[in-house]
């Protein structure tokens, strides 16, 4: 298992913290936290004034229940105006903290009459600044308030390194909008109590919950379905695929071949019109469970019909697989989805999604538990093959003759010291001032990839204002430690993601400033990164492409390349592989990368971010088939799961990881961030804020650090070799007999035949 991080420095943390807590009934870093002593140690943030407050408009806001006074911050001229007291001394770096604020925003305080205000946007944000000037702000919680009631915010955060200032404020609503603040409580935050296994002893893996799937059942075969709206259900004989789809015979193997009966369902007057079921008392909770069927259309006139497998949950609604649809044959639908709790009354699934009057038919749909321990021990093998080789160590005397048989056989040791296959992770500016992160980041890891700070917006916040200073620091931490770099991204192509002076922007400026990035980013890094994202998720953006026509992102492309050839240019997008995503599925994902070699970008990367929700293995599986077609590397660039319990959570990594690693299109694995507090995600993590492990962290490390990673000892054989089958990387070998100790390095790459590695005592 890898080294976990040192518990001493956390301890003499606790220690300090214990100094500054005051015994009894208050713990909170923040003075005066309810504004019993008036506005002490409190003060406005920006430009606004604060005023302490009993009540205001005529008595119809009073303070928080129990309290007896509140602050408001009014006359705000920007945003980020606020309430704030500093804390600098009062919060030590590597414990997490837990604030609860109690908030509600006011059109104008100083009103005698209340006057109602829209709902907006409040936040709890911390301002640091390091010793060096840094400055850094950290959101904490958010929330939306009104001018009715009092709301919580309630967030976590860590500071990772040390600092001359520190502040926490509340901010957020329009400018003009009062804040009113009922109370502010900050505290080392308490530890979650950790997981318990799900209990999964009476689940029965691959036995379908649709009751009456083979539509034989009933006067009318329709017994334990409904229409769900005013449509119409028929079950016609005959006519539909008899073999089970390819995503659910990969999981359940050989059965029954299905008997050809569909569903046919007519006067549909809304795309949510279908065919239905009600499976409440069917489901378990956190089981991951897999959804197959075949669809097909009637009356679409060559349009494309989106058609997908939904799970109405109460109110709410999951996509559990989609597929883009046309007249004239069957379509395989395949996803998957998992209820962590189960309050609602009602779980129904139903099909849908084609226009209004045109017919659907649905057949062999399925949802059945997956077996994912079985598929494993599958991918295990398919492992060996795809990422080991036979290697055989020739020993021989110094003057190369055999070794004496008389003496006994020498004893080999052998070590892999670093695997070639590429694992990363994701890492921010600010993780690299905790050393835990740090040491668990190079244990594990031997790629990396930076969260924001080589992003454009990042890099050029206002026009003309460069800042590369993280990127560099970043980029000087993998140096030293052998860690090799992904550069994401050189442009994002969703609008969003896009800072505001470049929108702004007219058409020939725009042009003019994308050629500036591109000869900035790549001249500076020339050389120093082996891939970039060049435009990142094109299949879900279009503000380049809009602004400056169709030719920009192959353009982009060939400009990148000549700037830095060595760099391998990638594409990189997201639900590619979930089968859940119309935009995004591997045929459109296949059809933009051929429209871009077409156009002479020289495309060398499949990047697949792998932001996944209860993955199941043959859907991953089926969209790498695919992608592979195109014979261009895939590399999982973005990969988090997210899973409340963390024994569920370890689960879905571990199938999203050996899927890939078993899969010989994919050439590289990167995670989008381990730590907490640190992750896109909520309930992503694999180390608890304070530097524990938990389940999914314990997982990780055992896949690298034990499965993944050869060892082998024992005596040469009588021919003078000694052999074993190792994992693709480079190896130690220590080989002693009565008189010496002999150690040599090699590395052992792809290959069919066996590895011969000559050993001279």
């Known amino acids: 298992m890898a080294d976990q991080p040192s518990s001493n420095s956390v301890c003499d943390a606790k220690s300090s913290l214990e100094k500054i807590f005051i015994d009894g009934e208050d713990q909170s ?7 019993d002593d008036g506005l002490n140690n409190w003060s406005a943030w920006g430009s606004c004034k604060l005023a302490l407050h009993d009540s205001m408009a005529d008595g119809q806001v009073v303070p928080f229940s129990g309290h007896k006074y509140f602050a408001a911050a009014s006359e705000r001229t920007q945003g980020w105006n606020g309430i704030q007291q500093e804390i600098t001394g009062r919060v030590q770096r590597k414990l997490a903290y837990e604030a609860t604020a109690f908030v509600r925003v006011f059109a104008n305080a100083s009103s005698s009459s209340a006057v109602p205000s829209a709902p907006a946007e409040v936040r709890t944000t911390l301002y640091v600044q390091a010793e060096n000037g840094r400055e850094q702000y950290v959101g904490i919680a958010k929330a939306m308030a009104t001018d009715k009631d009092w709301v919580q915010l309630k967030g976590k955060f860590l500071m990772n390194g040390e600092a001359s200032k520190i502040a926490v404020f509340v901010e957020g609503p329009p400018a003009g909008m009062d804040i009113l603040l009922g109370s502010l409580v900050i505290k080392h935050a308490e530890k979650a109590p950790p997981s318990s296994p799900p209990d999964f002893e009476n689940v029965t893996y691959g036995v379908n919950i649709i009751q009456n799937g083979s539509l034989s059942d009933g006067s009318d075969g329709l017994s334990g379905w409904f229409p769900l709206g005013p449509c119409k259900l028929a079950v016609v004989a005959s006519g539909a695929p008899r073999v089970l789809p390819p995503m659910a015979r990969d999981s359940l193997g050989t059965r029954e071949p299905l008997n050809g009966r569909h569903i046919h369902v007519t006067d549909r007057t809304q795309t949510w019109m279908g065919p239905a079921q009600t499976i409440t008392e069917r489901i378990q909770i956190q089981v991951a469970y897999q959804v ?27 996509n559990c697989g989609q597929s883009q649809v046309t007249d004239g044959r069957w379509y395989e639908i395949g996803g998957s989805f998992r209820i962590e709790t189960l309050t609602a009354e009602r779980v129904m699934v139903y099909v849908q999604g084609p226009a209004a009057g045109v017919d659907l038919m649905v057949a062999g749909l399925q949802i059945f538990p997956v077996d994912r321990k079985a598929r494993f021990r599958h991918l295990e093998n398919l492992t060996d093959k795809v990422r080991k080789r036979d290697v055989v160590l020739k020993i021989r005397a110094s003057d190369n003759l055999a070794v004496d048989s008389a003496l006994p056989p020498p004893l080999v040791r052998v070590r892999q010291i670093k695997n070639s296959f590429p694992f990363g992770s994701c890492i921010s500016r600010s993780n690299i001032d905790n050393e835990d992160f740090v040491n668990f980041f190079v244990t594990n890891f031997n790629w990396a990839v930076f969260e924001n700070e080589l992003k454009w917006y990042w890099t050029e916040p206002q026009q003309g204002s460069l800042n590369y200073a993280d990127a560099d620091e970043l980029l000087d931490l993998c140096k030293k430690n052998g860690i090799e770099t992904r550069g994401h991204c050189i442009f994002w192509e969703v609008e969003s993601a896009v800072q505001g002076w470049v929108r702004a922007l007219n058409n020939t400026d725009l042009a003019s400033a994308v050629q500036s990035r591109l000869n900035g980013l790549l001249t500076r890094y020339k050389d ?25 992102r192959s353009s982009m492309f060939k400009a990148a390349n000549q700037l830095d050839s060595a760099a391998t240019l990638f594409v990189n997008d997201y639900n590619v592989e979930c089968a859940a995503d119309t935009r995004a599925t591997p045929e459109t994902y296949i059809e933009q990368i051929l429209s871009l070699q077409d156009q002479g970008a020289p495309v060398g990367g499949i990047g697949l971010q792998g932001h996944v929700k209860a993955p199941v293995g ?21 990969i988090d799961v997210s899973a409340a319990n963390e024994f569920v959570r370890a689960d879905d990594l571990e199938v999203i990881l050996r899927e890939a690693y078993a899969h010989p299109a994919v050439e590289g694995v990167m995670l989008w961030g381990f730590w ?35 060892r082998s000892h024992g005596r040469v054989d009588g021919q003078g070799e000694f052999k ?31 590895l011969v590695v000559e050993i001279s005592l």
């Open 528 to 552: 120093q990164f082996q891939h970039y994202d060049v435009n990142n998720e094109m299949l879900h953006g279009t503000f380049y492409q809009d602004r400056l026509g169709r030719d920009i």
């Open 618 to 638: 043959p859907v991953i599986s089926s969209a790498l088939d695919k992608l592979g077609v195109l014979g261009i590397p895939v590399w999982f660039t973005e």
């Open 29 to 35: 870093i923040i003075l005066n936290p309810n504004f």
């Open 676 to 710: 907490e507090l640190f992750m896109s995600r909520d309930d992503a993590h694999l180390v608890n804020a304070e530097g524990d492990l938990n389940e999914a962290g314990r997982r990780l490390s055992s896949l690298l650090q034990h499965e993944w990673t050869s």
């Open 292 to 318: 197959s069927a075949w669809v097909r259309v009637v009356g679409a006139q060559g349009t494309t019909q989106n058609v997908n497998v939904a799970l109405g949950v109460d109110t709410q609604w999951v």
């Open 724 to 754: 074993f089958r190792g994992f693709h990387g480079t190896y130690s070998v220590e080989i002693r007999t009565l008189t010496k100790k002999v150690t040599q390095t090699f590395t052992v790459d792809k290959g069919d035949s066996p």
